[in-house]
């Protein structure tokens, strides 16, 4: 192998189009105007079209984005907030660190998505609000997810950190963009998600005029005019150099779906038929944007990190997106969701490994990855 073979590749990406993003990096140093530089809004512009949403609101990151649209929707403490048991930590912390409390859902076996059938039964009085993960580049069941936050009064917010540019088409036959379907959708822009920037960033999607002015108040110290503060709100924003290089990436990243949808089906081809593992499936009616390419290896977690190890050995990385759920991380663990509690996500949390997937792989490296896994699985029998 020429180069040693990454998760991510954001040397090679960058070197691609190196020349447009520093053009872009010493405009804004030139210009100097660091916070709040005519980047930002012409970021903002440019994601609100390319998603075709109301309104973009950029901030700091996407756990910021997450909270501040939890903040939003002014919830008491105690409040309930629905969100899946297997995700990324952001998605509940933003719920406890207000006070609200995440009341968990296990997730779908194949897509690793919330499961709709079960949300019904958790609903109580006090919740609020529903949070479904787009996880791993394709939509949750948003059809269900719709009709039963409508059907209880429940706000959706819908955390889109890894799946930018995902589109859900729903039963009528109406698409719409990941992070756009519910009352509030997040995104985050850290460097190696689908639209990274080169440091931390993120963003809020809304439709609704009202939410939007919300939203712009509690990033900006709860101000609408200057020094006057109507709510308690945080500091939370997009730098200009960031959205001037997300400017440009955004320019690149219909090629970045396709590299990634390229490289995914590459997997497909050679790893389909194995009867020890199953590769990702895709939702009928979502496109997916293959933030990670997850295969589950039946034979459980002993197996699947010795996999891990070997592969490590001849320099091939893989991740385990996600080892333990979140019922089962002592942030949460308040003894109200015993072991057992969510068997789908407990038994993913022992099966999942994702393989490398970025915007630079060839076919000859999802060849060799491909070729190693499956002589690593025969040598451990
Ligand atoms: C990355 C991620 C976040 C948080 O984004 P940051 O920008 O790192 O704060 C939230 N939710 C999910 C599902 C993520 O993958």
């Known amino acids: 192998m020429s180069k040693p073979m990454q998760m ?18 010493l405009h804004v140093i ?3 105007q660091f916070i709040k530089g005519p980047e930002v809004k012409q970021f903002e512009e440019g994601l609100r079209n390319y998603l ?8 700091a990151n996407g756990t910021d984005a997450l909270q501040v649209a939890m903040m939003a929707l002014s919830l008491k ?32 076996p194949d897509m690793f998505c919330i499961d709709a059938s079960k949300i019904e039964e958790v609903i109580t009085p006090n919740t609020k609000a529903i949070v479904p993960v787009h996880l791993f580049g ?3 069941n948003m059809d269900a997810v719709m009709m039963i936050a409508q059907k209880h009064g429940l706000f959706v917010i819908e955390d889109a950190a890894q799946a930018i540019g995902s589109r859900y088409t729903f039963e009528d036959g109406k698409t719409l963009s990941a992070g756009c379907i519910g009352d509030m959708g997040t995104t985050s822009f850290f460097p190696s998600k689908n639209l990274g920037c080169y440091g931390d960033g993120g963003a809020i999607f809304t439709n609704q005029n009202e939410w939007a002015d919300r939203l712009r ?8 005019v200057q020094y006057v503060h109507d709510v308690i709100g945080v500091n939370s924003r997009l730098d200009t150099l960031q959205a001037a290089i997300l400017n440009v990436k955004l320019g690149e990243l219909d090629r970045y779906e396709s590299a990634r949808n390229q490289a995914a089906t590459w997997y497909d081809q050679s790893l ?7 590769i990702p499936r895709r939702r009928e009616n979502s496109t997916h944007v293959f933030h990670q390419y997850t295969i589950k290896v039946k034979d459980g977690r002993e197996k699947r990190d010795a996999i891990r190890s070997e592969l490590a050995k001849r320099g091939i990385p893989s991740m385990i997106y996600y080892p333990i759920p979140l019922h089962q991380q002592k942030a949460f663990n308040t003894g109200s969701y015993p072991t057992g509690t969510f068997p ?12 490398p997937i970025h915007t630079e792989m060839d076919l000859e490296m999802v060849k060799t990855i491909a070729h190693n896994l499956i002589e690593v699985y025969q040598d451990l029998q």
Not at 52 to 59: L, M, Q, R, T
Not at 344 to 355: A, G, R, Y
């Open 8 to 25: 991510v590749d954001l040397k090679s990406q960058y070197h691609r189009i190196k020349d447009e993003i520093n053009e872009a990096i």
């Open 30 to 32: 030139d210009q100097g």
């Open 52 to 59: 075709d949403v109301g309104h973009v609101i950029a901030c």
């Open 77 to 108: 403490p105690g409040d309930e907030v629905i969100v899946p048991v297997f995700t990324y930590i952001a998605t509940a912390e933003v719920i406890g660190l207000l006070g609200l409390k995440p009341v968990m859902v296990d997730v779908e």
């Open 138 to 140: 394709q939509c949750a």
């Open 217 to 224: 108040m509690i990033c900006n110290h709860g101000q609408k």
């Open 272 to 278: 389909s038929g194995l009867e020890w593992l199953d």
């Open 344 to 355: 789908v996500s407990e038994h993913l949390c022992d099966c999942v490994l994702s393989l």
